[in-house]
């Protein structure tokens, strides 16, 4: 494989306290608002974003020449960290980027300074599996995790029955139509700073189609989430879940019931 190289930024001063936020599946880092960003660096935080490998400005391959796994991924934080010359951070994740976290507090505690999980689902616990199952209209086994809101499902089976072409305009029509859908119903949507977002990803990206070798790299690590692990998280944790969350409903919940880095 090559060297990936990985996009990154910091930002207030390099002797506070460092804060490494990781993105979700298939997005970029300036997906974390510079808002946020700046209010944490202001409070007296040395803040870290960057893009995942094959999203904005990080490296992209040919998956078919060059495949990977979540593993790798995971692996990618890490090199962030040493990048910055860190050998611990608190960690906030949002979504895939929680699980990220997770995984990370269990097999390198001494990474861990704290972890903030947002819109995340509990480490092993299937997440990707019974969102799959949702898609494709298939029961779900007792035990499983909550479904996905039903807008959320109309969504994502339409978008996959007719994607959308590949004309600037329309892919950003389709990813604000996208980012809708994620905002979920609690509040008001704001579309002209949805479009400034997703002009800003369309912009700086390599590739965006690239951004789909995630989902590759999710079938080529089916066991990528260890089971039963979570209960070995002992950094204290702060789990974040929105009042209307639309993919994964009630999922951040169970998380503090099965880890003992409770916050």
């Not at 040919?62 to 979540?70: C, L, R, V």
């Not at 947002?118 to 995790?145: F, W, Y």
């Not at 339409?158 to 389709?174: N, Q, Y």
């Not at 809708?180 to 912009?203: C, I, K, N, S, W």
Request: charged share 25%.
């Amino acid at each position: 494989m090559p060297n990936m190289k990985i996009w990154s930024e910091e930002f207030g001063a390099a002797a506070d306290a460092p804060i490494l936020l990781i993105m979700g599946s298939m997005s970029q880092g300036v997906l974390w608002p510079d808002e946020l960003i700046g209010r944490l660096a202001a409070g007296g935080r040395r803040v870290i974003r960057y893009d995942h490998r094959d999203t904005g400005m990080s490296g992209t391959v040919d998956f078919a020449t060059d495949p990977y796994t979540w593993d790798d991924i995971k692996n990618d934080v890490y090199r962030v960290l040493a990048a910055h010359g860190l050998d611990s951070a608190h960690l906030v994740g949002h979504s895939a980027g929680g699980l990220l976290g997770q995984l990370i507090a269990v097999e390198a505690p001494e990474r861990v300074r704290s972890l903030t999980v947002i819109a995340s689902s509990p480490l092993g616990g299937g997440e990707g599996q019974v969102l799959l199952r949702a898609l494709m209209g298939q029961p779900q086994p007792e035990g499983s995790l909550p479904e996905p809101e039903p807008e959320f499902v109309e969504f994502f089976r339409a978008l996959v029955a007719a994607p959308p072409g590949r004309d600037r305009r329309t892919l950003i029509d389709s990813m604000i139509a996208e980012q809708r859908v994620l905002h979920g119903t609690g509040l008001p949507f704001d579309e002209d700073a949805a479009r400034r977002l997703q002009e800003r990803v369309y912009g700086r990206a390599r590739d965006l189609s690239a951004a789909a070798n995630h989902r590759l790299a999710a079938g080529a690590s089916p066991d990528f989430e260890p089971v039963d692990a979570l209960h070995r998280v002992e950094a204290p944790t702060l789990v974040i879940e929105g009042s209307h969350e639309p993919v994964k409903p009630g999922h951040g919940a169970i998380i503090p019931s099965r880890s003992r880095g409770r916050g």
